[in-house]
């Protein structure tokens, strides 16, 4: 590879090294899994500071062009496909097939518990909004939501109008519509890395470059923000600030705010995607970047699925009203409205307090259960490593050094026991040794069990392992598998 | 305007002729407005046949870049600005702001009427799911829909299975996600002249060239699509065979086969919008295009938004296996999928029957009130020219000579009456002599006072035409009313 430096130019010289690589790469002249000389060696052959290499690498891997393998260092990334969307959308139909066999606990899907919906309200709310609220109650509705429910969400947030607010069928529907919007092919968007899979497949369908910054305990790696937020010129930042899917981090208030500083002053919006604040289980409630948004720079989504059930599809976004009315007629092409009989049983449901009532009671249910899952994962599986989160849906484990989540869920299936395997929420393809576990939607009993067998199958490939069956050797059965 | 013809080439003369003007008008050179030669004239002048001239400006016109004016001939329409959603959804909101004022009787909006809605029912029904189907029903749902549910739909059309159902929020997702899949911008896209205004929303925010095909008392002019087809080479027709809206008009059986038949040898996919074929009032209940195709050639789009209400949201599109596919991906990352609740209740309602019985009741009253308006129009409003449809919901007039629908909304709604105006439904702004009035939602009553301010709004306006104030003096202050 020929990497030519020019000191005289204005480009700083770790974007030159970059620049290089970056062409080469895309041009094919280094294929996927190609060894990149160590940053020591590069440096010293270009006559730069080791830091420099390092920066470059870093963007390169940020851009996902890059990646590092123990035991080998960095090597070129083969392309992702995470950006077809069809295929995306077989695999998790796949996915759904398999942990939805009876012999199998799911804890794969990041869903809540089915034993807890409170199906006598909902019931008994939506027969009266239809003989009370009449006819008009199913005729038409404009596109950003029945005026009662905008209201009522609006009040929900400081310094937020009923103009400023979009209902959707979910917040799906909302980064489908701000990528429709805000992105054209090419565009960089920058994500926690990981991420939510959803928001990888809206803006990959997009075209959107996305860029990955890392997360540490304590969410989003802000300190690594500033320059790429300076180097790659991003169209939106997205960003899940409380109980992380999959991490399960929160952003602490400092983090919070030094966030918002930095996408004002560079001038970039944030999507602050927001389904878990609401399901806390110890430590105090933090504010939303939207309620701490003071420059109109923050488009929120919020969403019922985590907090009652995915089946009503509700979900709203908050955003300056020239967003909302950008986003409106995108809508009412795809949509016209969101089914109204949904929108006035949510209304109804929150107005009357449901919500907080049943937000108590699945509180209680889901910390015991995280706390059963993480006691049982002790017990049965100390190889893992993971941090047990203070709200939100998972555990996020990292696997003994050298286990592959892909061969490892080969083996857990086999057991009766499923997870998400980590890859999927890297917009990079890392993540290989990383398994997330949903713990909301299984009884303790199962969640026990599916850590036993979760231990069995750790048990299982490792036992392969030593006897020379590399995983490796079944990889290409497991596609048809998942 | 220079016209070269080249008797040696391949083309046939009548392309070159539309081709030279087509650059022409497209660069400019032939301002809106401008008027053409008259075919007689111009065919002298380039030593052609009449007939070839006629067809030039026939297949210009068909692209939306000529228009007739009575007393002017053939001139160059200025550029539509139809295809932009944002204008289009605030015009429908301003129309529906206006239209919802209590002193103003709505003939406008194509909404059936409320206090037929059967909400004892759907209240029973939406709490006995709720209790019966459990917490499984608003769990995760499959992109394709609510498996209960396809397998009804697919019952209900001959040689259709489930797998080639997906159930949508309403038929308009059906248009969008079909535009998504199939067209890229300048495709060009065959629709009935005028045809449904939301079909016109989705095709043209697609970016595709829009070419109508005009209707007579009997729908689509068959005898004019073959050379269409041939021509334009379009990558979808779209079509409403049964009581077109606006026009009222079906197509009979001899033409859908006709059509069929045209677009299997084009190679050319049909999309078939029926929301009206139910609400028939007289003569035969004739078969679908999807029912008579036996080549898997059309796509077929169905929705409860007439028939029952458009609140709950909810219509399927039936199609071969393979664009199903295509299309359930899109509609992941859309919306993930429809709301289940909603599903259920249309499921029970369709299964128990009660679809059925609402249908015999809304025919018996919606057949009333179209009667009832017939009759009113004839008296109040001898100028107006009309039939009165088999089904469906509209009575689509034509004005008296010199009478525009836009002049005339201005004096109706002074009056306190409003329709739509008919150059909104074409794709090319003819239709300006022309109006849809809307029958099932308002009483017979009130479609007798309408028909009466109707009459004293022609008058109105006739009678300034005769002080000399034309319409036309006014024209700039119609937007901000409408």
């Known amino acids: 590879v020929k990497i030519r430096i020019d000191r005289k130019s204005p480009t700083p010289i770790y974007l030159q090294i970059a620049g290089s690589l970056r062409e080469t790469i895309l041009a094919g002249g280094l ?18 500071n080791r830091s420099t290499v390092v920066q470059a690498y870093d963007l390169l891997w940020s851009e996902g062009l890059l990646e590092s393998r123990v035991g080998s ?22 996915l759904g097939r398999v ?27 939506a027969s009266e909004v239809l003989s009370t609220g009449g006819g008009e109650l ?48 090419g565009d960089a968007v920058v994500v926690e890395s990981p991420t939510y899979l959803g928001a990888l497949h809206v803006f990959g369908a997009a075209g959107a470059r996305i860029l990955g910054v890392p997360v540490d305990e304590q969410g989003m790696r802000i300190d690594m923000l500033d320059s790429l937020l300076g180097r790659a ?44 604040s609401r399901l806390v289980y110890e430590g105090e409630d933090l504010p939303s970047l939207k309620a701490l948004d003071t420059h109109d720079h923050v488009i929120y989504l919020s969403t019922f699925t985590k907090t009652l059930c995915p089946g009503l599809r509700i979900g709203f976004l908050a955003a300056p009203a020239p967003v909302i009315e950008r986003l409106a007629p995108e809508k009412y092409l795809i949509d016209l409205f969101t089914n109204t009989l949904a929108q006035a049983v949510i209304f109804e449901f929150l107005h009357r307090g449901h919500l907080e009532a049943h937000l108590a009671r699945v ?14 994962l002790r017990e049965s599986c100390p190889q893992l490593e993971f941090g047990v989160p203070g709200g939100g849906y998972f555990i996020w484990a990292r696997l003994p050094r050298g286990v592959r989540a892909r061969d490892l869920l080969r083996e857990a299936l086999g057991e009766g026991v499923s997870f998400m395997f980590g890859d999927v929420f890297y917009p990079d393809g890392r993540g290989q040794d990383r398994i997330r576990l949903s713990f909301p939607s299984q009884t303790p009993g199962n969640l026990e069990d599916g850590a036993r067998r979760l231990g069995a199958a750790l048990r299982r490939l490792a036992k392969k392992k030593r006897k020379g069956k590399t995983a490796s050797d079944e990889e290409i059965a497991l596609r048809p598998v998942l």
């Open 31 to 48: 294929p996927a899994g190609r060894k990149l000389p160590p940053s020591r060696r590069l440096a010293g052959s270009l006559g730069v």
């Open 99 to 125: 942990i939805g066999r009876s012999d199998v606990i799911s804890l794969a899907g990041g869903l809540p518990s089915p034993d807890l919906y409170p199906l006598e309200t909902l019931g008994r709310i």
């Open 233 to 276: 010129r991003p169209k939106l930042i997205y960003t899940q600030p409380s109980y992380h899917n999959p991490s399960g981090f929160s952003l602490p208030l400092e983090r919070r705010r030094a966030l918002l500083d930095l996408a004002c002053r560079h001038r970039v919006p944030v999507v602050e995607d927001d389904a878990y």
């Open 73 to 94: 260092g960095t090597v070129v990334r083969a392309p992702s496909t995470a950006n077809d969307a069809e295929l995306v959308e077989q695999e998790v139909r796949e």
């Open 363 to 376: 509180r209680e249910e889901y910390r015991r259960r995280r706390d059963v899952l993480s006691a049982a």
């Open 138 to 185: 199913l005729q038409w509705c404009e596109a950003a939501g029945y005026p009662p429910l905008r209201n009522l969400f609006a009040g929900q947030i400081p310094g937020v109008s009923p103009k400023e607010i979009l209902v959707l069928p979910g917040s799906t529907q909302g980064l489908y519509l701000l990528s429709r919007a805000l992105l054209e092919p």
